[in-house]
Nanobody, 120 residues
């Protein structure tokens, strides 16, 4: 059973960098052919895909967030990390990490989500 767990600060000040880590257990982030994703849900809105990192290490980002986003991984810890720069209150959301086999495939495992609020 694969488990994902998000961690990071719940409050970030405007213009700072949001940094979250997803720790994976029960499966390796380097296993063929999975993508490891970051997704968020702002209050009262739908899910928004942020980006992902492939088992090979390649990264893919939402065009609308690409200029501010970086996803990396630490294979020794079986973790992947989201950094979102220059945050504004519009980045307030519940942030999730999730696994998928690729475009068109469902997300088969999700973390429980972590609330991040951007406020001074």
């Amino acid at each position: 059973q694969v488990q994902l767990q998000e961690s990071g600060p719940g409050l970030v000040k405007p213009s700072q960098t949001l940094s979250l880590t997803c720790t994976v257990s029960g499966g390796s982030i380097t296993t063929n052919y999975y993508y490891w994703n970051w997704i968020r849900q702002p209050p009262g809105k739908g899910l928004e895909w942020i980006g992902n990192i492939h088992y090979s290490g390649s990264t893919y980002y939402s065009p609308s967030l690409k200029s501010r986003t970086s996803i990396s991984r630490d294979t020794s810890k079986n973790q992947f990390t989201l950094q979102l720069n220059s945050v504004t209150p519009e980045d307030t959301a519940v942030y999730y990490c999730a696994r998928t086999k690729g475009l068109g495939w469902p997300y088969d495992y999700w973390g429980q989500g972590t609330q991040v609020t951007v406020s001074s």
